[in-house]
């Protein structure tokens, strides 16, 4: 079945730091990839998306590029901040089943000052 | 993107209760979905809910235990029937809407079963 892993967290970071998260996938058909951010306290915020092989996500300096080749779909930010510390969950959907939303396990960071 | 509410937003509920939970959308939706998401853990699908059918459950989740009602296209309730600790979870709504394959989640609603 449709499957995705996600790096284990948790991730601490120094403000400014390169922050990578790792997201591969399995999925019978073409699905569409995302990654959805939980601040504390808050709700599901889809961050940013992909629909086909080689597209980039990109939204308030995260960026995700969809890899068919590796299955693959890592979220990065150049310099990360404080204000980005929540969890991140990858995600995906393959159309023509259900529509259904597959998440990763999340993945928590923290970045500290 | 869409506007989504859940009532209530947290309760505390006595094993062998029932409680049920609200998703209210701003505008008309086919498809709303119920999420589960035990402490720590990612989020599992319970039920996709369309508006005038029976909800379809996923494996696992059975409709005595979370009977679904979806009885417009800006509305749901989702009952956790007969809880147990175990119970004890966000549960979240979530629909489809706008360009194809975004889902926007509600708030969530913290249950805790004592």
């Known amino acids: 079945g449709d499957s995705v892993t996600q790096m284990e967290g948790p991730v601490t970071l120094s403000e400014e730091a390169f922050l990578t998260i790792n997201c591969t996938y399995t999925?019978?058909?073409?699905?569409?990839l995302f990654w959805y951010v939980q601040y504390p306290g808050e709700g599901l915020q889809l961050l940013l998306k992909a629909t086909k092989a080689d597209d980039k996500g990109s939204n308030k300096g995260f960026e995700a590029t969809y890899r068919k080749e590796t299955t693959s779909f890592h979220l990065e930010k150049g310099s990360v901040q404080v204000s980005d510390s929540a969890v991140y969950f990858c995600a995906l959907s393959v159309r023509g089943g259900s529509e259904k939303l597959v998440f990763g396990k999340g993945t928590k960071l923290t970045v500290n000052p | 993107s869409a506007v989504i509410s859940q009532k209530p937003s947290r309760d505390i509920c006595q094993r062998g209760t029932s409680l049920t939970i609200q998703c209210q959308v701003d505008?008309?939706?086919?498809?709303m979905f119920w999420y589960r998401q035990q402490p720590g853990q990612s989020l599992t699908l319970i039920a996709t809910?369309?508006?005038?059918?029976?909800?379809?459950?996923e494996s696992g989740f059975v409709i005595d235990k979370f009977p679904i009602s979806r009885p417009n296209l800006t509305f749901s309730t989702l009952t956790v029937s007969n809880m147990s600790p175990e119970d004890s979870s966000i549960y979240l709504c979530?629909?489809?809407?706008?360009?194809?394959?975004?889902?926007?989640f509600g708030p969530g609603t913290r249950l805790t079963v004592t």
């Open positions: 809910a369309n508006q005038g059918s029976e909800a379809t459950y």
């Open positions: 979530s629909v489809e809407i706008g360009a194809p394959l975004e889902q926007y």
């Open positions: 505008s008309q939706v086919t498809m």
């Open positions: 999925a019978t058909g073409y699905p569409s």
